[in-house]
């Protein structure tokens, strides 16, 4: 006996009907996402390069109004022309001596201040 063969289904449509079935996007859906990307990235760039401008700005101000801790050590040093002791220096600034050590090297190495002897500093 001869089996009866069923409807014959195209490839296309089987093709279809998987990535249908399977939530598969197709190119076009690939397009249309990659379009709404860079739109979105567009708008981003726009928005963030108007934002930056008026940022740096602020902070620009900010940082010109903020006085730091080698700013506070420098003055008090500068206050006394013949050179002041790290005792002195910490009593003034309140500043625990690991920090005070630290900020005192980094102004050494820019030259901002001198060492005169062991522990006295002058600024340069």
Do not use: C, W
Request: proline share 2%.
């Amino acid at each position: 006996m001869a089996k009866k063969k069923g409807k014959s289904v195209s490839f296309d449509a089987m093709v279809k009907f998987f990535m249908n079935s399977y939530s598969i996007p197709t190119k076009r859906d690939v397009e249309r996402i990659i379009e709404r990307l860079d739109r979105v990235e567009r708008a981003l760039t726009a928005l963030s390069t108007s934002r930056s401008r008026r940022n740096a700005e602020a902070r620009k101000a900010e940082r010109a109004a903020t006085v730091t801790a080698a700013d506070i050590v420098l003055d008090v040093i500068g206050r006394y022309p013949d050179g002041v002791g790290f005792a002195e220096i910490q009593l003034q600034t309140g500043h625990p001596e690991k920090k005070l050590r630290n900020i005192l090297f980094r102004l050494h190495k820019l030259g901002k201040i001198q060492r005169k002897r062991r522990g006295v500093y002058l600024q340069a």
